[in-house]
């Protein structure tokens, strides 16, 4: 069983930048794959990025791809993700979430945040 806390969502301008944190608690940290996804408003959950065990291998949305980056700091339980140049259909409910296996780019997720608000305006 893991915890996820994420924060760091807030209100910006297109074009700004937001960094969001996922920190957990529980069983080794090292043992998860972790992921970002987002729900917009009416709209189903989505993969954003994840990020393998080890770090070594990251995943990305087609629509977020050279704009956001995820990383992970396994000596710290945390993952990151950086989001920038970001535009008003990036606003949505970002959740992190975990696995106990391999990345999948899908909504199947084991363990999942509380989700944090990131609003974009135009």
């Known amino acids: 069983q893991v915890q996820l806390v994420d924060t760091g969502g807030g209100l910006v301008q297109a074009g700004g930048s937001l960094r969001l944190s996922c920190v957990a608690s529980?069983?080794?940290?090292?043992?998860?794959?972790i992921g970002w996804l987002r729900q917009a408003p009416g709209k189903e959950r989505e993969f954003v990025a994840a990020?393998?065990?080890?770090?070594?291998?990251?995943f990305y949305a087609d629509s977020v791809k050279g704009r956001f980056t995820i990383s992970r700091d396994n000596a710290k339980n945390t993952v990151f993700l950086q989001m920038n140049s970001l535009k008003p259909e990036d606003t949505a409910v970002y959740y992190c979430?975990?696995?106990?296996?391999?990345?999948?780019?899908?909504?199947?997720?084991?363990?999942w945040g509380q989700g944090t608000q990131v609003t974009v305006s135009s």
């Open positions: 979430a975990a696995r106990g296996s391999v990345v999948v780019t899908t909504t199947s997720w084991d363990y």
């Open positions: 529980g069983r080794t940290f090292g043992y998860y794959s």
């Open positions: 990020i393998t065990r080890s770090g070594a291998t990251t």
